[in-house]
């Protein structure tokens, strides 16, 4: 069975020396109380719970999935038992405010715990992973009703949250929607339609479930602008608050999934259930993107998490596995054959994972404190500077953290070689829960529309530049640095070609929109290696400093130079190759027609 | 459920028109039965059988799974049927000499069937895959009482084959190999010991299964030098060559994968089972390679089936889902959303997808002709350039058909959205599917070692040169062809550039041997996709020449060039990461010690 241990070394080095979290939580208003013994503490009491409650039953919720029966959902067991600790154990309130009955810490330290949920168990972790987001979508639209009775529920945990927006017919293009709330006599709504691949949608986790749903008014006006957003509790809250009569919203079927098999993926039917409305009329996609952005940035943390899972995993196996012996001689003379770390391309790929693993956790560190700025910062200007980059981050967090979080678990069955593709070795159910999190919450091509379209050109290049100018700041600053220089120097020139590519592209566009498309996933994949970069050039400033200071802990940092070395000399000229594909432009992209698409087998 | 049409105009385009199959066939020995009408013939009946018998039984087969009760193993419903045309049809024999019961056609023609058989049932075309390679074996390693024996029986198709190699503490590594054999009193041998992942190892489509396997004689040397190879047939052949007295060889498990579900992939117990010598004593290892070129070769053409496979689901959905309209204004109005093959990004995807099914597609059948020539060329220096570039292209079918083939199928998920995910709709087995094929036979890692070790550098690069010369006197020939200088330039740069970059990486080779395997996958990828350039500028200007004759089918051709560009623009420029991550070297990859690489979450 996949053994994991939260990296909680590395963690404090991405908090504690690179991001100084510590200067940081102690300006949030609130943030006083999360000095470095209270986060330490809760960090370790975290990796405990994943690795120890979390862990184990994760392969056999892969193996045992489900069950659909009597219109009720049961999880795989011991799911309900591990969620039970997770309530008793105060984690769903961690981050949530104090007048909603949480713990009132920062949403950054959250995030950091979120990746050892993902790690240890994904199904798992979708059943309370999505109450985040409703109870986001009720905190900044719900009124003060609304809040007590459903925000308090999902804070404490009893109540666990779903977001209903994918019918049969659309995902992306959410315009399309067909279910409709008619309003009733007493000022509520009666929703009717089918949602499917609603996660967490029923369960015998939680007391109730609490939906967030994307319905039209009768007098809605077409497309996205005419989308509402409901809250439709699965049972109604009594007088008291309690669970109280059954409402009209059943699942119809569970979906068969490549991965995540424990989490329950479900149609659900509303069949004129009983909701509220939340926000504005007409105005539910500004509130299902107060969800949406949080959950994207969730789903980033998704990928961050397996790939760490699989490293560790791949990298015990390779100590272990002995199989041929070095090119350049024998390093286990003593042993039948050498343990097959010592092959360079077995190191690659292990490189490989780790350098996606810690970069990728900088990045979610990093954009986690932009995240407590928007949410609890007081200083406007900073607030607004966090808000844009955290704006520009999260496609990129979204989609790069799992395309390489995909690549990453992929290296991992291949470092298992035949035996990654046998289950019980638990590397194949890391790819197939990897291969949900590219498709998800936006796929790869919507989070690099968002990126390239939306959050860059859009902005004429400014959100961009808030970026690239704090980076070009870092580069100016260490230009005299020696020891940095195999890292500054080609930061610095990607730097600026990353908005010389920009400009490209956005010159393109003017003449042609497709452009835009055209470039878009390439340029993401740009954007999040370039933001890497950036990331593995601060950690190795800081281990250099570390190094410089002494101490016992020589070996952490040489080893952290040494990735950063890996990412920029393996992994970055990959830069090279979507630079190149960006500028090819739409036409090669555009020229056939659909029809001629298939005249190599279509008769 | 996904449907398939096999590629025939394509296969026709290959074959007849850009590799002159029809003369190539005319100068094969035996060769003049292939007629363009009877090539013709099979290749539409061996459609039809893969449409109609294979597709229907693939996903019920995955679903399904083998089933292991008293030592028999059932196969899926409906293969034991499948397999029965199969035989009934003549199809195990179709490439195989007349003496041997065959009927004589030549190989390529069987590896173009293939395609279609992987592209609709991967794991029930391992049934009789398996037994190709064991024929090989016997043909070239067999005394003539085995080859009576056995041989017939396997080209009749009555008895399929296996290849026991593997056992639990060494795949890569058969030095390691613990089966031991036993003289008997009669010239047989007893043969104990464990094997694992043996693909048809058990199964009740066949009256016989004929073991091919590796072991030990009491007196072998250690390491690979003292490896036998012998046959083992599951019921020992009586007087008349039938089935006769079960032999000592039991399945005692099968594996639960990750995906092929509908083959028995078995542990094989071997309990002094009785046994008979191929080939020389302790040059067993020199026998498998027979049967394990062969193998690679048909891994290769798994990638390929999957790819196309994936591609033409993947078409008929962007075709058909509604979705958002184009950027640069709605292209089918009168719907509620435009088909999403009219976004850019989507037809990235699937341009990516005909590329490498296209481009596989030619790389195999280029590669075909040479096998053809090894094993009935007339001409003795055609014949030993056909070996050489057949060796060095082998390693390339196998591990870049299969990379790239991973990647066209999960790009085939990918266009379907969060339905990818979904196993009804059958894109999510073929990524699962697929993803053994960069494993089994050799992983990725170890054809790299294969193609840049043993066959470029140890020939010092004259197996190359065979091949990069050949693209030189296309690129010199062509030099002066205006409508293909978009091709031919920069593949006669790349031709050169592909010279030296294996010149540098020899060089640094010398001083240190973990140079080679540094630098091995990113040159195997590398070496895949200038083969792939060279073959699409040989189409570009089979096109071009086709287009300028006239005729009535210019939207073929000039889809051909399309795809052509969009390999040139879009995926080539991959070269470039490639390239910079050879010239990178293996530094990076040592520095840090096999301890040191879990400092950030081991404590």
Redesign the interface.
Known sequence: MPDY??????LR?VMDEMLDYPAHYSRLPGGEEATPDVVSAILEEGARFAREVLLPLNQSGDREGCLLEGGEVKAPKGFKQAYAQYVEGGWPGLAAEAEHGGQGLPASLGMALNEMICATNLAWGMYPGLSHGAADALRHHGTEAQKATYLTKLVEGTWTGTMCL?EP?????LG?IKTRAVPTDDGAFDITGTKI?ISAGEHDLAENIVHLVLAKLPDAPAGSKGISLFVVPKFLPDGDGNPGERNGVTCGSL?????IHGNATCVMNFDAARGYLVGAPHKGLACMFTMMNAARIGVGIQGLGLT?ASF?NA?AY??DR???R???GAKAPEK??D?I???????????TQ?AF??GGRMLVLYTAQMIDLVEHGVDAAEKERAETLLGLLTPVVKAFLTEVG?EAT?EG??VF??H?????WGM?QL??DA??T???EG???IQ??DLL?RKVLMSQGETLKVFTKEIHQFCRAEEGNAELAEFVRPLAKLNQEWGELTMGVGMKAMA???E???A??DYLMYSGYVTLAYLFARAARQARAALAEGGDEA??Y??KL??A??YY??LL?????H???IE?G?E?????S??????????
Chains 1, 2 share one sequence.
């Not at 000229?573 to 190759?577: E, L, W």
């Not at 090669?588 to 056939?592: K, V």
């Not at 659909?594 to 008769?603: I, K, P, T, Y």
């Open positions: 241990q939260a990296p909680l070394r590395d080095f994918t017919h659309c995902g992306t293009d399309l691949f979906e068969h999934k490549m991965g760490e560790q990298l390779a100590r002995l199989q041929m070095a090119l350049a039948p054959a343990p770390i010592v092959h360079p391309d077995v190191r690659r790929m292990l490189l780790k693993a810690e995909f992929n069955v291949q070689g035949g990654g593709f046998i289950q019980e194949e790819v197939r291969r949900i590219r498709l998800y796929t790869t091509g690099a529309l379209g042609d929109r497709e835009v498309g055209a878009s996933v070996a952490f040489r080893a040494d990735t070395r890996f000399q393996r000229p990959r830069t090279r190759a630079k190149l594909s090819a739409a090669s992209l555009m020229a056939i659909a029809e001629d698409f298939g005249l190599g087998f279509e008769n």
